[in-house]
């Protein structure tokens, strides 16, 4: 905890006094929620803050969106099944390189949101494929 900085006077408002506290704090990642805690001095006037790193939380933290990203990858490798297209083809429809559906897959690289919003639209919709052909 901040310690060292309980009773000194807040440097964003300049009127509240610091305390040491830790809060819950939620992050959403690609519409997935992460809860932490994060520790740190508070001010009881303005709710600014001086948080204390915790190298565990970073950790969970990139974990969480590593899984994420898993899933994504699974849920496109799902999709493009579906639609009985090669990657190569998958590809070419998403308007990346030859490879890019291999990389999106095997986690290689992270496809853009209009990758991802093209094969969920195209998953509920197949018959526009022939669209897009």
């Given at each position: 905890m901040n310690n060292n900085l309980t009773g000194q006077r807040c440097p964003s408002c300049a009127v509240g006094i610091l305390h040491d506290d830790s809060k819950i704090v939620t992050q959403e990642y690609k519409g997935h929620t992460y809860q932490s805690q994060m520790h740190g001095a508070f001010c009881d006037q303005c709710d600014e803050a001086i948080v204390?790193?915790?190298?565990?939380?970073?950790?969970?933290?990139?974990a969480f969106r590593d899984q994420v990203d898993r899933q994504e990858a699974s849920q496109l490798e799902g999709i493009r099944k579906r639609l009985k297209l090669t990657q190569a083809q998958a590809a070419q429809l998403a308007g990346g390189g030859k490879n890019a559906f291999s990389r999106y897959e095997n986690g290689q690289a992270k496809p853009v949101a209009a990758v991802i919003n093209l094969f969920k639209l195209l998953d509920k919709h197949p018959e526009l494929i022939k669209e897009l052909i």
């Open positions: 204390s790193f915790d190298a565990a939380e970073e950790v969970a933290w990139l």
